[in-house]
């Protein structure tokens, strides 16, 4: 099959104005040219406007998915299977949020009584489930099943105070993230309150600080293209700024 940028734009429902942005900067080139000039795509582009597509939609940057899709090593199929196992962690994210708003709307109504810590058991057990499917594997081959239950109790643990702390935290540390990057300095004061932030963050989820662990945790924020996209979303560069802050910390004794 063929299509104009018109006709690819009315298939994907992607505007024409994207298709042509993601030419320019050499994400999704067309085929080839028609005699009066206009864009022609195939087979091969339409499938990567597919996988481009699912990568937007886990929130991935323009520049990470182009390198992505660039690499040599890239398998489509390896990508789809991915792609699957996100989209069935949004899945399960969805439903668990759908039951615990029903139960809301019914306590609200009178038809039950939901105790505070219901209000959270859904968002806690999702958290859990969706870091077991997307770093399981991973996590547990690197500190073992016992430190990873552990983890995971001690999260189901929190009280609601202790959640919405957590979430107060991950924000604030994110935005002490982007502050510290906008210097420049990985070994800077700023830099190292945003290690320290991370390190207190990271106790809201382990048991025990090592700050071996703790360095090599960020080692993986750059070598995993997963971990990458989420910090490179407070600005591109942030998951080596971070993983550079945290390994200065550690090394100046900061981290003991």
């Known amino acids: 099959m063929?299509?104009?940028?018109?006709?690819?734009?009315?298939?994907?429902?992607?505007?024409?104005?994207?298709?042509?942005?993601?030419?320019?900067?050499?994400?999704?080139?067309?085929?080839?040219?028609?005699?009066?000039?206009?864009?022609?795509?195939?087979?091969?582009?339409?499938?990567?406007?597919?996988?481009?597509?699912?990568?937007?939609?886990?929130?991935?940057?323009?520049?990470?998915?182009?390198?992505?899709?660039?690499?040599?090593?890239?398998?489509?199929?390896?990508?789809?299977?991915?792609?699957?196992?996100?989209?069935?962690?949004?899945?399960?994210?969805?439903?668990?949020?759908?039951?615990?708003?029903?139960?809301?709307?019914?306590?609200?109504?009178?038809?039950?009584?939901?105790?505070?810590?219901e209000k959270f058991e859904g968002f806690k057990k999702d958290l859990i489930r969706e870091n077991e499917e997307k770093y399981g594997a991973e996590i547990r081959a690197r500190f073992g099943d016992e430190t990873i239950d552990a983890s995971n109790r001690k999260v189901m643990n929190m009280t609601k105070t202790d959640y919405e702390d957590t979430k107060t935290l991950e924000t604030r540390l994110n935005e002490t993230i982007r502050k510290a990057f906008e210097t420049g300095d990985p070994r800077g004061s700023l830099a190292m309150e945003a290690a320290a932030l991370h390190r207190e963050w990271l106790m809201r989820y382990w048991t025990e600080y090592s700050p071996e662990a703790h360095k090599g945790l960020a080692e993986g924020y750059v070598s995993d293209p997963r971990f990458t996209a989420y910090y490179d979303k407070i600005a591109p560069g942030c998951a080596v700024f971070l993983r550079d802050a945290i390994a200065a910390y550690v090394e100046t004794g900061e981290g003991k």
């Open 2 to 117: 063929e299509y104009t940028i018109n006709k690819l734009a009315g298939l994907s429902g992607v505007s024409t104005r994207t298709l042509r942005y993601y030419d320019r900067i050499g994400l999704l080139p067309p085929s080839g040219l028609l005699p009066n000039g206009y864009r022609i795509y195939r087979d091969r582009e339409v499938d990567l406007l597919q996988q481009i597509l699912f990568y937007r939609e886990l929130d991935m940057p323009l520049d990470e998915i182009r390198r992505i899709l660039s690499d040599p090593a890239y398998d489509p199929d390896t990508a789809l299977a991915s792609h699957l196992i996100s989209l069935r962690a949004q899945e399960k994210r969805i439903g668990t949020l759908i039951t615990t708003l029903e139960k809301t709307l019914s306590a609200q109504k009178g038809g039950t009584i939901m105790q505070d810590n």
